[in-house]
C-alpha cells in the first residue's frame, strides 16, 4: 500500500516549509499594503471633499460680494427649498443636493456679460432678455469642475427655468423629465421673487404669492409639489420664514464710509453642520383666510 501523505504538524512538516512560510508572509505584506493604499486613497478623497465644500463655500461669498441682493435671493430661496424637500419626506443627500442647487441657482447672473443687464433698471430689450435667459446654461457650465463630488448640481441649476408644461428652458424640458430638486427650487424661487422687493417690482403679499403658484400649478409647476407647498402646515412654515426675513432687523454699529449696506439671510450648509429640520420651527400666527 502507498505510503499516506505527510500531515503540517506544529512542529514540521509542509506547514513550516520554507516555501509555505515565505507565501505566507508575502500574502500578509500584500495584504498590510493594500490596507495602506485605500487608506490613503480614502483621506485623499476626504481631502478633495472638503476642498470641494471649500470651494462652494467660497463662491457663496463671492457672490455676496459682488452681487448683495442676489446672495440674499438664493438664501431665502433655499430656506424655502429645504421646507418643500423636508415636506416631501425626501432623504438627507436629496435635501443637501437641492439646497446647494438653491444656493447656486442664480450663480450665471454675475457673469459679467450679465452683470450690467441684470442691474440696470431700465426696460429690458429683446435681446437683452435672450442675453439673461442663458444665465442657467452659465451657471451650469461654473459648477461642471465639481461634477465628480455633486454630480446633480449643475443638472439642476441648468434646469431650475423649466416648465412642467414643457414651455421652459433651456431644454424645453416637462414634466418628470425635470430634476425633482429642479422643480422644488422653481417654486421656492417664483414665491421669493413674488414676495421680495426688486427695483423694479413692488413686493407683494403672501396670498397673492399663493394665487400666482396655483395658476401655475400644472403649467409652469409640478401640481403635486404646489398642492404640497400651499397645504397649511408647509405654508405656516414658509410663512413663517417670509416674516423672519421682513421683519425689523437689530441695530448694527454704523457702517464704515462707502460700505454698501446689504441683508442676507443667515444660513449653514447642512453638508457642514447641523441645521435644524423645517419641522422644528415655530410656524408662528397663520396667514389671514
Not at 14 to 30: C, D, E, Q
Not at 70 to 86: F, Q
Request: proline share 8%; aromatic share 6%.
Amino acid at each position: 500500500m502507498p505510503a499516506p501523505p505527510e500531515r503540517a504538524t506544529l512542529t514540521g512538516g509542509p506547514f513550516f516549509s520554507p516555501r509555505a512560510t515565505m507565501l505566507r508572509y508575502l500574502g500578509l505584506v500584500a495584504g498590510a499594503a493594500a490596507g495602506a493604499v485605500l487608506i490613503r486613497e480614502r483621506q485623499r478623497r476626504l481631502v478633495a471633499e472638503r476642498l470641494a465644500a471649500a470651494v462652494l463655500e467660497t463662491l457663496l461669498r463671492a457672490i455676496d460680494a459682488n452681487d448683495g441682493e442676489t446672495g440674499a435671493h438664493v438664501r431665502r430661496v433655499a430656506r424655502y427649498a429645504l421646507i418643500l424637500a423636508d415636506a416631501a419626506d425626501l432623504g438627507e443627500h436629496a435635501i443637501r443636493n437641492i439646497e446647494r442647487i438653491a444656493l447656486f441657482h442664480d450663480v450665471g447672473k454675475i457673469d459679467e456679460a450679465l452683470f450690467d443687464i441684470i442691474h440696470d433698471d431700465s426696460t429690458l430689450t429683446p435681446a437683452e432678455r435672450e442675453a439673461v435667459r442663458t444665465h442657467p446654461d452659465r451657471g451650469a457650465n461654473v459648477l461642471a469642475p465639481l461634477a465628480a463630488f455633486y454630480p446633480d448640481l449643475s443638472s439642476g441649476i441648468l434646469a431650475h427655468h423649466e416648465r412642467w408644461d414643457g414651455t421652459g428652458y433651456p431644454r424645453g424640458l416637462r414634466r418628470a423629465a425635470i430634476p425633482l430638486s429642479a422643480r422644488i427650487v422653481a417654486i421656492a424661487d417664483a414665491f421669493d421673487a413674488i414676495t421680495y422687493g426688486r427695483r423694479y417690482r413692488s413686493a407683494q403679499g403672501a396670498d397673492d404669492a399663493a394665487d400666482k403658484l396655483m395658476q401655475g400649478r400644472g403649467t409652469q409647476f409640478d401640481p403635486d409639489l404646489i398642492d404640497l407647498f400651499l397645504s397649511p402646515p408647509v405654508f405656516d412654515q414658509v410663512m413663517a420664514v417670509l416674516r423672519e426675513n421682513h421683519g425689523p432687523r437689530p441695530r448694527r454699529a454704523p457702517r464704515a464710509a462707502g460700505q454698501a449696506e446689504r441683508s442676507v439671510p443667515k444660513l449653514k450648509f447642512r453638508w457642514r453642520t447641523t441645521t435644524p429640520s423645517p419641522r422644528a420651527l415655530d410656524p408662528g400666527p397663520q396667514r389671514s383666510p
